[in-house]
């Protein structure tokens, strides 16, 4: 199949679904006005709450929940071929995805603008409010430990990553304090993004590559994110988090549009099949399709993580009702088309050359090489470079050097991977007080103070980091985040359909996706329960077997809950 044609249906499938399905569920469904007070007017504080311009806050939600996510995992999920990814990609974000994005933001805008994990609480039972937590805490915990190593890691794998990434910082500072001046966001925005590209070309001219060992120089690079993290997450949201995710939006949305205009001019069929037979074969050592799919494409899908963005900062920073719209439903539309546009990089703008082993590969023989096992296509390097040469291919296509091609989507990457840690830091700052704030309202000492909230969590996450040398401590929780991160997107759910269901609301469009997801998401628990079993890994069965007693648990209330709801409805 022709990738221009593949890309041209997902856009119209995609602004067809935001016009029907999206505004039925806005106007219709949630009945979204202008009159209901948000959580940014009502507990303005200049630091967390903060009411923001719709398209600077759409900016900031849509980099806090892209990350890495759209791009590894498609790029690992075409191994079984490019239907059932682009599949799962497109059906998923619009009917669970976008629904799960979009309503758990709203939920959370006509609660006080609190967690999910708080709202469990109130609409379920107090007691599961500390089991929904306890979950996101650990899930928190994992991205922010991970990522810093991450992080680290691409900054040694692509050193000409280091100095645009960095220089954002105070570019972003400067956007930041010209838009509370009152000047044009857009045209500084653009500024700014200028001088992030010209910082691009000086990375790839100046690479900064430390002098110690590999393990040395990602530990070092983690101790300076850590250290970043820490202020980043307790600034108030306008200073950084706000313009810097502005920016990288627009990055975002450039890096797309290059994607798209390459895919126009070199429009080459896809290299991967369809449906990849040698995956399925005897003897493969790639995982069954059903469930690894569904957990190892997330974030272009259906992703946790996002509820916790939706209801932890993005709420915060909501200006209007209206608003959740398309911050909600169409940020989590547009980084599902950016999945795709994955897809078809990994899935065949890498047939237009792969220089690999001292050969040249193109076309089927391309695909084969790459993606030729699981153990070969599963790492991080190898998932990065499907995109990254793909990327560039592409791009070469409309006459832009490979070199620098490639460098452009790396500093793409890095910049969105290093967008998770402050915002996932600064999500579960306030996770943390919700869990310390008693009946009364008042958060107990000492995290009522958030740098010293901020402290804590930063201090946790560098300690499991450092646990192993080379940072890959954080890698011991690594197994369980797929599953825990799609759990969290089906309990989230569950919340808002309790929710639904208590303003005699219909509650199947919410109810369907919670069931499919969280039964996908059991099933894939269970067989990770079972290797760890027959790994010896011993932590993990327990922490897994803790976290399947309160999703039985969670589960159980929550059809209480529900059933009471529907009752009194009637």
């Not at 903060?50 to 892209?66: L, Q, R, S």
Request: hydrophobic share 55%; proline share 5%; with cysteine.
């Amino acid at each position: 199949m022709n990738s221009l044609i593949l890309v041209l249906m997902a856009l119209a499938g995609y602004l067809l679904a935001y016009r029907l399905y999206g505004r039925f569920l806005g106007h219709k469904l949630f009945r979204l006005s202008s009159r209901t007070l948000m959580p940014a007017h009502q507990y303005r504080d200049g630091i967390d709450f903060v009411p923001t311009k719709p398209h600077i806050i759409f900016g900031h939600h849509f980099t806090t929940i892209a990350g890495l996510g759209p791009i590894v995992g498609p790029a690992i999920g075409i191994i079984w071929g490019w239907l059932p990814a682009f599949l799962w990609v497109f059906l998923g974000s619009i009917f669970m995805g976008a629904v799960h994005d979009f309503t758990t933001l709203v939920v959370s805008a006509r609660n006080g603008g609190r967690s999910i994990g708080e709202l469990t609480g109130d609409l379920i039972s107090p007691s599961t409010r500390y089991a929904l937590q306890f979950i996101m805490q650990l899930l928190l915990f994992i991205v922010l430990a991970v990522f810093a190593m991450i992080v680290g890691s691409l900054f040694v794998l692509y050193p000409e990553a280091v100095i645009p990434v960095w220089a954002q910082i105070p570019v972003a500072i400067w956007l930041g304090k010209e838009i509370r001046k009152g000047k044009n966001d857009l045209l500084y925005s653009l500024m700014a993004l200028l001088l992030l590209y010209a910082f691009v070309l000086v990375g790839v001219k100046i690479p900064i590559a430390l002098p110690w060992s590999h393990e040395v120089n990602v530990v070092a690079w983690c101790v300076a994110l850590f250290v970043y993290v820490f202020f980043a997450s307790t600034l108030p949201v306008q200073q950084l988090l706000q313009p810097r995710d502005y920016i990288n939006s627009h990055q975002l949305l450039v890096a797309m549009v290059f994607l798209i205009l390459g895919i126009f001019v070199a429009h080459p069929p896809f290299s991967a099949p369809p449906i990849n037979e040698k995956a399925f074969a005897p003897g493969s050592d790639v995982p069954q399709l059903a469930p690894l799919l569904f957990i190892v494409i997330a974030c272009g899908a259906i992703s946790g993580f996002h509820s916790l963005a939706s209801s932890g900062t993005t709420v915060k920073q909501v200006d209007r009702e209206q608003h959740t719209l398309p911050i909600g439903f169409g940020a989590m539309l547009t980084e599902s088309f950016l999945a795709v546009l994955v897809i078809v990089a990994a899935g065949a703008g890498l047939g237009m050359g792969l220089e690999a082993d001292g050969e040249f590969f193109s076309g089927v023989q391309a695909y084969q090489h790459h993606y030729a096992s699981w153990s070969s296509a599963n790492g991080l390097t190898a998932k990065l470079d499907a995109f990254i040469l793909g990327s560039a291919n592409l791009f070469s296509s409309m006459g832009i050097p490979v070199k620098y091609g490639a460098a452009f989507v790396v500093v793409f990457i890095v910049s969105f991977a290093n967008t998770t840690l402050d915002s996932a830091a600064r999500i579960q700052r306030i996770s943390l007080q919700e869990i310390f704030t008693n009946t009364q309202g008042e958060i107990r000492k000492p995290v009522n103070n958030r740098y010293v909230a901020t402290l804590l969590i930063v201090l946790a996450a560098g300690a499991m980091t450092f646990f192993k040398p080379g940072g890959q401590g954080a890698m011991v929780l690594w197994p369980l985040f797929g599953s825990l991160n799609q759990l969290m997107a089906a309990l989230a759910l569950g919340v808002v359909t309790v929710y639904l269901a208590s303003r005699k609301v219909p509650v199947l469009y919410t109810l369907i996706p919670m069931w499919v997801i969280l039964v996908l998401t059991l099933w894939a628990m269970v067989e990770n329960l079972a290797g760890f079993l027959d790994q010896g890994e011993y932590l993990l069965v327990a922490i897994s077997a803790v976290i399947l007693l309160l999703t039985a648990w969670l589960t159980f209330s929550g059809l209480l809950a529900l059933a009471r709801r529907l009752r009194s409805a009637r």
